[in-house]
């Protein structure tokens, strides 16, 4: 069975209003504060679903500077968005001065680790759930446990947590905007690739997760000669990092065709956002890839397995979920340990007919 829901995750899960016994700081520290300093998280995936909340508190408190301390993995990822003032590597942040007047700082992470940054670096006023004995880190700690159990939306995690402080936020979409240099480089190498003007469609087959997370190779293969055989207008954009690149060069070598390129991991997060938002279409597993496409405002399709699309899916309401839904999963494994039959009974043969009337209903506005 094919489960292609319409929905948008929001609409089939609604975030909360903040529970009755967490009020906001402004109880506590007497007002709002205006600079708000927040320790990011490490995945691209995470990353974009942290930012509707801090979207919510730009626009319902203008004045808030809003720094953020980031992992060389996500640092673009807050550097793209437009309510972010200044972005810090982890590394660099050591031994610079807070301004501690007024300010707040917001723990995104779990870790212990990253409380016991933020206490060693005086950050001021720390935010966080309670999580690994860590709460005598934080100067609040909110109920980790409670917010678990509701089994909500990955993005409520953090509207939660601002919540505590600034009130009710307002609900929003992730948003990213790509510069626009970087947007010329990407119609540059699209003139270059003889593809400027077609309809493309954006493959993401890899994620950083893990093995159990992937469609097979074999499988996007068969799917992206369906596409292009469907119409000649049509190109195809294989998008990969580093680590993953092997994916796409096997799909690449496989299929051969002129229409079909590869940025074989060859673009900074910047660069691969850009030409992203250039393409019409995104097919991807549930990955980073997956929620960069959101962000944009991209329709697609988001191949799901081994991990829950009503805990992690894309927001912004334009993305079909495609699984096969089989007693072991969700499992969240990183490998799975008998024959992946989440991702191997989700065949090219059953998705193809969905993936063909989105595109066709596509193509006849482009």
Not at 145 to 157: E, I, L, R, V
Not at 163 to 186: F, N, Q, T, W
Not at 219 to 225: E, G, K, P, S, T
């Given at each position: 069975?094919?489960?292609?829901?319409?929905?948008?995750?929001?609409?089939?899960?609604?975030?909360?209003?903040?529970?009755?016994?967490?009020?906001?700081?402004?109880?506590?520290?007497?007002k709002?504060?205006?600079?708000?300093?927040?320790?990011g998280?490490?995945?691209?995936?995470?990353?974009?679903?942290?930012l509707?909340?801090?979207?919510?508190?730009?626009?319902?408190f203008?004045?808030?500077?809003?720094?953020?301390?980031?992992?060389?993995?996500?640092?673009?990822?807050?550097g793209?968005?437009?309510?972010?003032?200044?972005?810090?590597?982890?590394?660099?942040?050591?031994?610079?001065?807070?301004?501690?007047e007024?300010?707040?700082?917001?723990?995104?992470?779990?870790?212990?680790?990253?409380?016991?940054?933020?206490?060693?670096?005086?950050?001021?006023?720390?935010?966080?759930?309670?999580?690994?004995?860590?709460?005598?880190?934080?100067s609040?700690?909110?109920?980790?446990?409670?917010?678990?159990m509701?089994?909500?939306?990955?993005?409520?995690?953090?509207?939660e947590?601002?919540?505590?402080?600034?009130?009710?936020?307002?609900?929003?979409?992730?948003?990213?905007?790509?510069?626009?240099?970087?947007?010329?480089?990407?119609?540059?190498f699209?003139?270059?690739?003889?593809?400027?003007?077609?309809?493309?469609?954006?493959v993401?087959?890899?994620?950083?997760?893990?093995?159990?997370?992937?469609?097979p190779?074999?499988?996007?293969?068969?799917?992206?000669?369906?596409?292009?055989d469907?119409?000649?207008?049509?190109?195809?954009?294989?998008?990969?990092?580093?680590?993953?690149?092997?994916?796409?060069?096997?799909?690449?070598?496989?299929?051969?065709?002129?229409?079909?390129?590869?940025i074989?991991?060859?673009?900074?997060?910047?660069?691969?956002?850009a030409?992203?938002?250039?393409?019409?279409?995104?097919?991807?597993?549930?990955?980073?890839?997956?929620?960069?496409?959101?962000?944009?405002?991209?329709?697609g399709?988001?191949?799901?397995?081994?991990?829950?699309?009503?805990?992690?899916g894309?927001?912004?309401?334009?993305?079909?979920?495609?699984?096969?839904?089989?007693?072991?999963?969700?499992?969240?494994?990183?490998?799975?340990?008998?024959?992946?039959?989440?991702?191997?009974?989700?065949?090219?043969?059953?998705?193809?007919?969905?993936?063909?009337?989105?595109?066709?209903?596509?193509?006849?506005?482009?």
């Amino acid at each position: 069975m094919l489960n292609v829901p319409s929905l948008s995750v929001k609409d089939k899960n609604p975030v909360p209003r903040p529970s009755d016994n967490v009020s906001p700081m402004t109880s506590v520290f007497g007002k709002i504060p205006d600079r708000l300093y927040v320790y990011g998280v490490n995945w691209i995936g995470d990353a974009v679903l942290s930012l509707p909340t801090l979207q919510a508190i730009r626009r319902q408190f203008p004045e808030t500077f809003i720094s953020v301390l980031a992992s060389t993995q996500t640092v673009d990822v807050y550097g793209l968005s437009p309510v972010v003032d200044e972005v810090f590597p982890v590394l660099s942040r050591s031994g610079k001065a807070f301004s501690k007047e007024n300010a707040v700082s917001l723990c995104f992470p779990l870790s212990f680790r990253s409380a016991w940054i933020l206490w060693k670096g005086g950050w001021p006023n720390r935010i966080g759930y309670a999580f690994e004995g860590r709460s005598l880190l934080l100067s609040r700690a909110l109920d980790y446990a409670g917010w678990k159990m509701k089994g909500q939306h990955q993005s409520t995690y953090y509207r939660e947590l601002a919540e505590s402080v600034y009130g009710p936020l307002a609900e929003s979409d992730p948003v990213l905007s790509a510069p626009p240099e970087e947007r010329e480089k990407a119609r540059k190498f699209l003139r270059d690739q003889h593809l400027e003007g077609r309809f493309l469609v954006a493959v993401n087959p890899g994620a950083y997760y893990g093995a159990a997370k992937m469609w097979p190779s074999g499988f996007y293969a068969d799917l992206v000669r369906r596409i292009l055989d469907d119409d000649p207008d049509i190109g195809v954009v294989l998008f990969s990092g580093e680590k993953d690149r092997w994916v796409t060069r096997d799909i690449a070598a496989s299929v051969s065709a002129s229409r079909v390129v590869s940025i074989d991991g060859a673009l900074k997060l910047p660069e691969s956002v850009a030409l992203l938002s250039l393409c019409h279409y995104v097919l991807s597993n549930d990955s980073g890839m997956m929620h960069l496409g959101g962000a944009l405002g991209l329709p697609g399709a988001a191949l799901f397995g081994p991990t829950d699309p009503v805990a992690t899916g894309p927001m912004g309401g334009r993305t079909r979920i495609l699984r096969h839904p089989v007693r072991c999963s969700p499992c969240f494994l990183r490998y799975c340990p008998i024959d992946h039959r989440c991702m191997l009974f989700l065949t090219p043969d059953l998705i193809w007919p969905t993936i063909r009337e989105d595109l066709d209903n596509l193509r006849r506005t482009h």
